[in-house]
């Protein structure tokens, strides 16, 4: 059969990958696919520059409308990430008629709803498996594999620089600051990795895995989000002594009330499987009713993994280029007459345990006052650490663990502790999950 004619929206480390991919398994890709998967075009920012002999036999353009708009291009890959130019490039290529493959989390994030009724008009298909999780089939699985079940929850460690950062913390010893420059020295971190740290990148990937999972539209602005710039070696060091570890989670759970959408750090038991991920590593726990609990675990970055999901996109549409467009498999899982706008629950009512830390006046009476607020907000505790106060010093660490309470019910008891006057600064909490179903 002809070959699929494949552009390629940048050519840097992911678009490196592919074309790479593509050429070393391109035999065993074609057997898959029914049909050769040919790169014949790249728009690139430099023509110029040296691109290694996978390069040479592509045709490279420096304008990237010409690429989109080309009439021997069947797919088009977008691999050059961000906003825009990415979505007038990918809504440019969907009027051309051209089928999309895209890397682009963000765009998929804030404007896949868009695309998609864009691509549906248009009669052609739009894969993004490389957008969320890297190499490890997620989406797929989400939306094929467990097409047969209810998906009650999910929750995953979906950024791998977080991680990195959060694992030297912990192994190392090392404070934020000193481990994200390790992270960025690795490559792991960008020169400003606010999206990775400020756990916007993961709230991204939520919201697309939300949507497959409950069958409703996209609604990144609805996530609730939580970084790890302020979290401290010390509470790192205070969870492993009470038998957890501290991960950044995406967490979107269904209730009979609604949905959860929250991106934050939380404590998990060391045990729990999620606690275990270390690392760049990405990883994500699924709940289902026929399945029970599933987890997917591998590599959520780089050249090799995301190029993996990228090539597979490929494939799933080369395959499907002769099936009418109704019957294709549905972006979201769910047809898009049949999605439905869920309710999404403002943070203040989610259930939770929490950690504590607190800085108090060594006298006595202190620990009574605390426990007194708590107790008005009908917060129980779980476990209590106080530390010895350093030679010469006046204040001591007190840590605790409560049992769930309501979210709103914690912020006001903070605040009411905060302002005892034997208390110094601010009170850190951070959220404690077993991810039970």
Partial sequence: MNAVRIGLLGLGTVGGGTLELLARNGDEIARRAGRPLRVTHAAVKDTSRPRGPQAERVQLLDDPLKLVNHPEIDIVAELIGGIEPARTLVLAAINAGKHVVTANKALIALHGNEIF??????????????????????????????????????????????????????????????????????????????????????????????????????????????????????????????????????????????????????????????????????????????????????????????????????IDIARALTIDPEHRVPYLAFHHDRLEALPILPIDTVETAFYLRLTALDQPGVLADVTRILGDQQISIEAILQKEPPPGESHVAVILLTHKVRERAMREAIARIEALPSIDGRVVSLRLDHLEH
């Fill in 117 to 314: 009724e864009a691509a549906r008009r248009a009669g052609v298909a739009v894969s993004f498996e490389a957008a969320v999780a890297g190499g490890i089939p997620i989406i797929k699985t989400l939306r094929e594999g467990l097409a047969g079940n209810r998906i009650q929850g999910l929750a995953g460690i979906i950024n791998g620089t977080s991680n990195y950062i959060l694992t030297q913390m912990r192994d190392a010893g090392l404070d934020f600051a000193t481990a994200l420059a390790d992270a960025q020295r690795l490559g792991y971190a960008e020169a400003d990795p606010s999206f990775d740290i400020d756990g916007v990148d993961a709230a991204h990937k939520l919201s697309i895995l939300a949507a497959i999972a409950f069958g409703m539209p996209l609604c990144f602005e609805h996530v609730h989000v939580e970084g790890i710039r302020d979290l401290a070696a010390v509470d790192v060091d205070y969870a492993g002594q009470f038998g957890y570890r501290l991960k950044l989670l995406g967490i979107a759970r269904r209730t009979d009330s609604g949905v959860q959408l929250r991106v934050h750090p939380t404590l998990l038991p060391q045990r729990h499987l999620l606690a275990q991920v270390d690392g760049v590593i990405n990883s994500v726990l699924v709940d289902s009713d026929a399945l029970g609990q599933s987890l997917y675990y591998g590599a959520g970055a780089g050249a090799g993994p995301t190029a993996s999901a990228v090539v597979a996109d490929l």
